[in-house]
T-cell receptor, first 115, second 118 residues
Framework: KAGVTQTPRYLIKTRGQQVTLSCSPI?????VSWYQQTPGQGLQFLFE???????NKGNFPGRFSGRQFSNSRSEMNVSTLELGDSALYLC??????????????FGPGTRLTVL | AQSVTQLDSHVSVSEGTPVLLRCNYS??????LFWYVQHPNKGLQLLLK??????LVKGINGFEAEFKKSETSFHLTKPSAHMSDAAEYFC????????????????FGQGTILTVHP
């Protein structure tokens, strides 16, 4: 069974640009969550999508957005990039319901560098 | 609301000696708890999970953790450390019951870096 895949693996952008990251979940998983990992703030929850609907959202500005498609693949977009957006962005998938099946499986991440 | 505190930012052990990584949690609901490991420049791998069944949970690579509700702790242990265990470990809590606004949201501790000396 293929794991969670994320593309691209590495990105370099300049301030003010926008970026789109992609995540393909494990087959059959309907929930996709996104996290930002930085040395200073650690791992922080961005948002979660389940069946194409945003079900939960973290405390990030509106520049961070996402969506989920009917095949459960998800994208996140960051507009008007700032230097502080440089981070490892991790995507995780899970079944999305029922206790006992709520563990999340992570992709390798996309390393975003903003210059 | 839920939160996680990992009591040690760094732990150093010798190969072949026991490992103890400490985690305390706070949750308004009956939680699900997890330990994840992250090797350098890699994604997160699930080590083990607690979801209200047995309080002693066994995971991969010889790791185990015990859920102690009275102490609100979920410490990770391994009897004998191996060089390949060197990595960063994260204790994670989520709301255990299905549904609710926090579903799908993992709350991470700050991480414990484990160093294993030969």
């Amino acid at each position: 069974k293929a794991g969670v895949t994320q593309t691209p693996r590495y990105l370099i952008k300049t301030r003010g640009q926008q970026v789109t990251l992609s995540c393909s979940p494990i087959s059959g998983h309907r929930s996709v969550s996104w996290y930002q990992q930085t040395p200073g703030q650690g791992l922080q929850f961005l948002f979660e999508y389940f069946s194409e609907t945003q079900r939960n959202k973290g405390n990030f500005p509106g520049r961070f957005s996402g969506r989920q498609f009917s095949n459960s693949r998800s994208e996140m977009n960051v507009s008007t990039l700032e230097l502080g957006d440089s981070a490892l962005y991790l995507c995780a998938s899970s079944w999305g319901r029922d206790r006992g099946k709520d563990e999340q499986f992570f992709g390798p991440g996309t390393r975003l560098t903003v210059l | 609301a839920q939160s996680v505190t990992q009591l040690d930012s760094h732990v150093s052990v010798s190969e072949g000696t026991p490992v103890l990584l400490r985690c305390n949690y706070s949750s308004s609901y009956s939680p699900s708890l997890f330990w994840y490991v992250q090797h350098p420049n890699k994604g997160l791998q699930l080590l083990l999970k607690y979801t209200s069944a047995a309080t002693l949970v066994k995971g991969i690579n010889g790791f185990e953790a015990e859920f102690k509700k009275s102490e609100t702790s979920f410490h990770l242990t391994k009897p004998s450390a191996h060089m390949s265990d060197a990595a960063e470990y994260f204790c994670v809590v989520t709301r255990g019951n299905a549904g609710g606004t926090s579903y799908g949201k993992l709350t991470f501790g700050q991480g414990t870096i484990l160093t294993v000396h030969p």
